[in-house]
């Protein structure tokens, strides 16, 4: 009787947690078979020069972002390409910032946002602002015509730390994860 209490405990306190969730992770696989007949696959949009902008924040998140999927889709038995894949991957990731303002109600802010100097915001004299962050990350895989997407993983979070390298790399995490579960095994 004790283990099936502790077991129910468990399970509700598992799913207080997961209803209170700040992100998701999802995925759809809408043609399994444009995998079964593929063999190669390659990026769809060319990649941020490392020379341009060496160490910026899109350079970096970029650079992350192709040798993850990379890693999954060559475990996953598919061979990298320049030109002429069967398959293309693309990605978008988007942080957008939503200002709360506080008493009093007739204080302004202003807000800038720039991918080089990131979020910056300057407050009336008497009025204070909050800045809260949410993060959306899709993987995209296209058929051979680069236009009909075959397979579609996304990570949505809420309330993140604005542009932190720890919070990309969760979310990359979270969306390779996704990936390998659900992107089909190359069979030989």
């Known amino acids: ?46 990649a941020i020069p490392t020379s341009a902008n060496k160490g910026s924040k899109p350079q970096s998140v970029d650079q992350k972002v192709r040798t993850a999927a990379n890693e999954v889709m060559t475990a996953k038995g598919y061979q990298l390409v320049t030109d002429n894949a069967d398959l293309y991957l693309d990605y978008k990731y988007k942080i957008t910032p939503t200002v709360v303002a506080e008493q009093p109600e007739s204080a302004e802010a202003s807000i800038s946002f720039s991918r080089d100097k990131g979020l910056t915001k300057q407050n009336a004299n008497t009025g204070t602002s909050n800045i809260t962050y949410s993060a959306e990350f899709m993987l995209e895989i296209f058929n051979q015509d680069k236009r009909s997407q075959v397979y579609k993983a996304s990570f949505t979070s809420k309330d993140i730390e604005h542009d932190t390298s720890k919070d990309i790399d969760k979310h990359i995490k979270q969306l390779t994860r996704r990936m390998q579960l659900t992107i089909p095994q190359k069979t030989k």
């Open 1 to 46: 009787m004790k283990k099936l209490f502790a077991s129910a405990s468990l399970i509700a306190l598992f799913m207080s947690i997961s209803a209170c969730s700040l992100f998701s992770v999802t995925s759809e696989l809408k043609d399994e078979s444009a995998f079964a007949q593929a063999q190669t696959y390659a990026w769809r949009s060319k």
